[in-house]
């Protein structure tokens, strides 16, 4: 299977507004909106230039950033004000799975080392600001360094000056961007991702651009580039269709496996999606196509597709914006028809339950709650227990009797969360870091 090129948005930060990757200009759009729309949109990350200069601007950046990574799933490299590894440090907790170090500023060459031991080499970028520093690209590699961007400005890198990374990690590529027409744009990136040094690249879209992700991928493919979009591994002629000639499409959130909703596809809509990445559906009632959140707003973006054993029906995971029910509910089976008393044993759902219990008893103090009284007792006393059941767990790791530990762990864990309740931090925050690493 051919190595996927990176397609990958480029957006600058400054005075508490979004604006273009170089810092020239500015959007009226936030960061967080911005950066959500092209995830969604089929790229394949975010490149993230911190323009800010005063040290307040910087840490509402970071505030910022903290907000954008939650919100969306892609990687992100982030940089532009690294002077000393605590920099590095605050973008990596601010949720960047990487962090680039400019090299036109004094003193980041010497940092990539400490930055590369202490974080790892994969989370450490090189960003060269003009093509002569790719002489140094062998060395900022030997030092740590795990890829290199390189802004282009319109122009393609001679292969004397690419040569200079042949033994290197892949690298990035900026480009301007600049262009209208989708067709234009992917010419000029056409270059560039042609080079089997180059891993991908950094596109610059003005704002009303910033969804044109899978266009100007779809426009590379049809070029030979490949680039990270819905390919089938079966074509629509493989499919079982009904009666009617459509294909059941079962829809549900990729995060929790909730299912959202039933619809219908027929070629049109089936080839649509995948083209695209948001779902679209055939109206039996309509008898038209229509894509899921045309409307309304709430899109659906595909994660991944997957056909049954009789290859009849079609399973859907996607992201959900908003609800997917025409009602306005999360899901169209909202409603009970039977239900049985069960103890639920998934391991996340097990710990969201629990932990409501414990938001609940936070918010409504119930008398004689053990709960209670740790968080009337306040952060010390909830920190003393989760000390000691700290310790209880090495003691218990020590002692023969397996089930000791267990029941051991489950109080820790109980702790832990009433810990979380106070610090008012989520499940999903901690899932999403530990998915980081």
Known sequence: MAEYKKLIIGLGYSEGRACSWDGRKIYGQNLVQLGSAGCESGADGLFIYDCSVSEADHEAMLHTLRELCRKIDAPVIAGG???????????????ASAVFLDM?????????????????????YAYLPKLSYTAQAQSLAKLGACGFVIPIAGQTPSLEEMEAFRH???????????????????????ASLG?????????????????????IKQQLKADGIFLDTLQPAFQWR?????????????VQDYRNKEVLMLAYMNEEAFEWTLASGKMTYFSRSRQ???IKGETSGHFQYVKELRIDCDEDTLLAEVEQVGGACHTGNRSC???????????NRNPLGVFED???????????????????????????????????????????AKNPDPEEIKYEMADFLYHMMVLMAQKDMTWEEITDELANR
């Open 104 to 124: 036109g500023a004094d003193g980041n060459e010497a940092l990539i080392k400490d930055a590369s031991k202490r974080f790892g080499g994969e989370k450490i």
């Open 288 to 290: 038209c196509l229509w």
């Open 333 to 343: 089976f909202y409603r009970e028809l039977a239900k049985k008393e069960y103890k």
């Open 81 to 95: 004000r690294v002077k000393r590894l605590e920099d590095v440090k605050k973008y990596l907790y601010a949720g």
């Open 354 to 396: 629990v932990y409501q219990v414990i938001l609940d008893r936070k918010a409504h103090p119930k008398e004689g709650s053990y709960t209670n009284y740790l968080f009337d007792k306040g952060i010390d006393k909830i920190l003393k227990k989760v000390g000691e059941e700290c310790t209880e767990i090495v003691i218990a």
């Open 238 to 250: 493989d499919l079982k269709k009904g009666a009617d000639g459509l294909v059941p499409v079962i």
């Open 195 to 215: 080079c089997p040094e180059t891993a991908g690249a950094i596109l610059a879209l003005d704002e009303d651009r910033i969804g044109a992700s899978m266009e």
């Open 168 to 190: 290197c990690p892949g690298i990035c590529l900026t480009a301007s961007g600049a262009a209208d027409e989708v067709k234009e744009q992917a010419k000029g990136l056409k």
